[in-house]
């Protein structure tokens, strides 16, 4: 919670930008997820207003298919990583895997808890 309320504040600019220089607010957002702090400090101002539609995406990588990647949430599996049940990225027998991204900050190989409660709760939409 407490990346999420540091980083929220950029959801609150982006959320007063739009209303002052669109006069509503947006109907998409879309940020990249992985260790979580851009994405939900952008989508947590935004979380009730079910008319403005979240869109998390995470890092494809070199595919999905190929396990080099860093799609958690879209490929992970319930698992447990630092004593927290997340979607973790894990092997066969439930190892945590190495994650795969060229961007650093998103080769985390479990989403921050915020965007998952979030996915977990259907209010948002993970793409790759």
């Not at 190929?66 to 992970?76: C, D, E, K, N, Q």
């Not at 894990?90 to 080769?107: C, F, K, R, T, V």
Request: aromatic letters at 4%.
């Amino acid at each position: 919670m407490m990346v999420r309320d540091f980083h929220r504040v950029i959801g609150e600019e982006a959320r007063a930008q739009m209303r002052k220089l669109g006069g509503k607010l947006p109907d998409v957002i879309v940020a990249c997820v992985g260790g979580g702090s851009n994405a939900i400090g952008l989508f947590w101002p935004f979380i009730k207003d079910r008319r403005v539609r979240i869109v998390g995406v995470e890092p494809g990588g070199h595919g999905v298919s190929t396990g080099r990647h860093g799609a958690s949430l879209g490929a992970g599996a319930v698992g447990v990583l630092h004593g927290s049940m997340s979607y973790v990225l894990q092997n066969d027998d439930g190892q945590i895997a190495e994650a795969h991204s060229i961007s650093a900050g998103l080769d985390y190989p479990v989403p921050d808890p915020s965007t998952r409660t979030t996915r977990s709760g259907g209010d948002s939409n993970t793409s790759r």
